[in-house]
Every structure is written in structure tokens, then in C-alpha cells.
């Protein structure tokens, strides 16, 4: 028996396993802000350092150009050399850090600075460098332009310090949510721990009941399996004694068969053949399977093959008995049965021949391939009116017929490929073994598991010379 798991336990292993989901969710999702917190601070702080440095780089090249505007002395522009060799650096490691963050207000401020310095150098440093009059018209306008510079530095600061400010805020609320998320988890699981406390004793009464339904199961299950296996013995005792008979000898003819139960307790089932001389020179076969196992699919089986028995001594033709056999199958609310029958004339080499819903039977002649015949309709015991045909094949000496059950193509899920060892099996049988119904069920057998009954039963066409003498026949009759 199965033991399932209480409700309640597993609601509250459920409930928990969320618990943890969650708090490793939320977890890792406070580790990503503070990561990304911690990133956009060095970042952002370097930024900042950058946003100093290009300020002192442009005041660098004020007040070199102010100095040597006033003494003309070499010496005092080497700030402004310096400054204007750092300050596009400067700038353009602003820009792309300003990009990597995102703040989108802060390039546009970076450009208008990078503008103000050309305008400075072109309209202020180098007349002033150039010149020696007029330079305090140069330097208001420097003035101008180098608070425009400032401005825009401050700027680009500004959103620095928002961007910065916005991420302690993220990175505070992430860990508050953590704060809150352990409380309420704590509470959860005080709670949880509470309901389950509740169910248990419901828990232990439950689990008693399951053990005591489990030992009378199990007994239950033991006097079922005796009874199984006494009902197994029964049927395989009595499909001995039907399935397996002595086989007719004819003139022209030799008959081979072979029968095999299921190795599977559970299949059981209710395979057989007849073979019911009519003539020194004819004989009556039949092989059928009844659907379903066990001792009613046994009985059934005795049954069907009686009925055929009978239906043949009135009418040999193997349609008509069919026809007939049908009929009272239906009316006695028989299992469906499969069934083939067919009528041998070993001096014309003809076989006459009916089916209800059984598999082919397989003709194999001298000089060809194996081959299926043709079959059709309806299997005995499923509507009374089923009208069933009379199919004629007419063959040569060395020639032999297979007919057989479901279980010989049916051994795996792959049906034509069943089908094809068949004919494999029959093509080499047929050529080179007395006894072609077991070199048959061997060929197919021989790497596989027998899982269902197999009935097979051959015929073969003799060659005149060799035909057992008729009159050694009858003094052994």
C-alpha cells in the first residue's frame, strides 16, 4: 500500500519551502542593489575626483595664460600647457561615465563644456598670448566664459550627487525589505509550527488506521495470490490437454504444429489448432485465439474449437462454418474469438480457406518468398450476421502453409516488424527442418520473451517420391 503524505504536513513543507524561496529571493535581490549600490558609488565618486580635475585644469589655464599675459615670462605657462593637455582627458572620462550610469542630463553638460573651452582658448588664451594691449577686454571675456565652464562642471555634480543619493535610497529600502520580509517569515513559521503542533495527534491516528488497512491488505493480497496461482495451474493443465493433440497422416501431406503458453502469469490466454482429417487426402484445419486470460478464456477456448468441430461435420466449406459457428457464438454472449479455418486437398495442392479477424496465414513455394494471403472480416462472437468469404489458393508440390496466432508477430510494439521475421523465420524453416512449426517458434523466439500464447501449425505439399506408401499407411492406422 502506498502511504501518502498528511495534507497538513505537506502544506506546511510547502508553505515553508515558499518561506525560503522568498527570503533567498529577496536576498539576492537586496545582494544585486547593494552591488550595484556599491559599483555606482565608486563610480560616481570617481566621477566627481574627474569633474574636480577638469575644474582645476581650466582654472590651470587661466591663470597661466593671466600670469604670462602680465610678465610675458615663459616659465609662467606651464600650468596652462598642463591643463590644457589634462582637461580632454578630463572631460571625455566624465562623459563615458556619466553614459555607464545613465544620467542623461549629465552629457549635454559635458559638451557645453567642451565648447567653452575651445571658446576660451580661440577667443581668449591665444589673443592674449598673441597680444600685448587690449588684454583686459580679453580677460572679462574669459571671465564669461570660464564661469560658464564652473556652471556646467557644477552641473554635471549635481546629477552625480542625485544619481548617488537615489542609490543609498534603493540600497535602504532593499534592506528594510529585508528587515520586513524576516519578521513576517519569522511569524510564518511560528504560525506554521503552531497548526502543524495541532494536526499531529489527527497525524498519528491517520497513520495507524493506513497500517492496520496495510496488514489486512497484505493478507488479503496473499490468499488473492494463492488463489491466482491454483487458477493458473488449472489453466495450464487444461490447455495442455486442449492445445496439444496428435496430428493426422496423410498421403501428400505433413503436418507440423506447436504450442507455447505465455510465460507471464497474467496472460494466460486461449490459443489453439485442430487438425481433423476429412479424406485419405483432405484434411479440416482451424487455430483461433479468444480474447482475454484465465480459466474463462480457457473454456471459452474448448468451446470455440467444439463448435467449429461441429459446424464442420455439416458443411466442410470453411466460410459456411464460420458462418455458422459466428452465429451460435453470438448467441451464447462468447468472448470475441480470432479464428482461421481452411481446408487442405493434398492431391490438387489447394487450400481452401476463411478468416474472422485472425492474422494471415503464410504460403511459401518453391522458387518464391514467403507470403502473407489474403484475409478479412469480422472476428467470431461480434455481430451474427457477418458474412465471411471462401478464399482458394491452389499450389504446387514443396509448397507449405503457416498458419498461426497473434502472439508469433506481436512479441514487441513494432507489428510489421514481427511480421517480417515471420516471413523470415518461415523461408527458413520451410527449406531446411522436418519440424517447421518449432524451427519456426525458435527462429523468433530465440532472443525474445515469449509474453502471450503462440499456436503455430504448417502444411506441406509433399513431392511424389517423397509420399509415404498409402497401404504402409493404413496397415498402421
Known amino acids: 500500500m502506498n502511504r501518502r503524505l498528511p495534507v497538513p504536513l505537506v502544506l506546511t513543507l510547502t508553505f515553508l519551502l515558499l518561506i525560503v524561496l522568498s527570503l533567498i529571493a529577496v536576498g539576492l535581490y537586496v545582494r544585486a542593489r547593494l552591488a550595484e549600490s556599491v559599483a555606482d558609488t565608486e563610480q560616481i565618486r570617481a566621477a566627481r575626483l574627474l569633474v574636480g580635475d577638469a575644474v582645476r585644469a ?20 606651464e600650468p596652462y600647457h598642463r591643463g590644457r593637455a589634462n582637461l580632454p582627458r578630463y572631460l571625455q572620462r566624465i562623459r563615458v561615465v556619466t553614459t555607464n550610469l545613465g544620467l542623461r542630463e549629465a552629457p549635454p553638460f559635458v559638451t557645453d563644456a567642451t565648447k567653452t573651452n575651445r571658446r576660451w582658448l580661440t577667443r581668449v588664451a591665444f589673443p592674449l598670448l598673441l597680444i600685448r594691449k587690449g588684454g583686459h577686454v580679453l580677460e572679462l571675456r574669459g571671465k564669461v566664459l570660464v564661469d560658464r565652464f564652473r556652471a556646467d562642471m557644477a552641473a554635471v555634480d549635481r546629477a552625480l550627487v542625485q544619481r548617488q543619493q537615489a542609490g543609498d535610497a534603493r540600497a535602504q529600502r532593499a534592506i528594510v525589505l ?25 497525524l498519528g491516528v491517520s497513520l495507524e488506521q493506513e497500517r492496520a488497512a496495510s496488514k489486512r491488505q497484505r493478507r488479503q493480497s496473499a490468499k488473492m495470490r494463492a488463489a491466482y496461482e491454483a487458477e493458473k495451474r488449472v489453466v495450464d493443465t487444461l ?12 498421403p501428400g501431406l505433413r503436418l507440423s504444429a506447436t504450442y507455447v503458453p505465455a510465460t507471464e502469469e497474467a496472460k494466460v490466454g486461449g490459443d489453439w489448432y485442430d487438425a481433423l482429417p476429412l479424406t485419405h487426402d483432405r484434411v479440416l484445419l482451424a487455430i483461433g485465439d479468444v480474447t482475454g486470460h484465465g480459466f474463462e478464456a480457457a473454456v471459452a477456448m474448448n468451446k470455440a474449437r467444439q463448435t467449429l468441430i461441429s459446424c464442420a461435420l455439416i458443411d466442410p466449406n470453411p466460410g459456411s462454418i464460420l458462418q455458422r459457428a459466428n452465429a451460435q457464438l453470438v448467441a451464447d454472449e462468447s468472448p470475441i474469438i480470432t479464428a482461421v479455418t481452411g481446408l487442405v486437398d493434398a492431391r490438387t495442392c489447394s487450400f481452401w480457406y476463411a478468416a474472422a479477424g485472425h492474422p494471415a496465414p503464410v504460403l511459401l513455394e518453391p522458387g518464391h518468398r514467403a507470403r502473407f494471403l489474403d484475409v478479412g472480416s469480422l472476428p467470431l462472437g461480434l455481430a451474427a450476421g457477418t458474412a465471411y468469404l471462401t478464399h482458394r489458393i491452389r499450389s504446387k508440390p514443396g509448397a507449405m502453409l503457416v ?12 507489428v510489421v516488424a514481427g511480421e517480417s521475421l515471420l516471413l523470415e523465420t518461415v523461408e527458413s524453416a520451410g527449406q531446411t527442418h522436418d519440424d517447421p512449426a518449432s524451427a519456426i517458434l525458435d527462429g523468433i523466439f530465440e532472443r525474445r520473451h515469449v509474453s502471450d500464447d503462440v499456436a503455430i501449425i504448417t502444411v506441406r505439399f509433399l513431392e511424389a517420391a517423397a509420399m509415404p506408401d498409402a497401404s504402409a499407411l493404413r496397415r498402421s492406422a
Open 58 to 77: 581650466q582654472i590651470d589655464e587661466e591663470t597661466g595664460v593671466r600670469g604670462y599675459a602680465v610678465a610675458r615670462d615663459p616659465v609662467l605657462l
Open 178 to 202: 529585508v528587515y520586513l520580509l524576516a519578521l513576517a517569515a519569522v511569524a510564518a513559521i511560528v504560525l506554521a509550527a503552531a497548526l502543524f503542533a495541532v494536526q499531529q495527534y489527527g
Open 239 to 250: 490447455q495442455r490437454a486442449f492445445a496439444q493433440r496428435d496430428l493426422p497422416e496423410l
Open 403 to 414: 498458419l498461426y496466432t497473434d502472439g508469433a508477430i506481436e512479441h514487441s510494439r513494432d
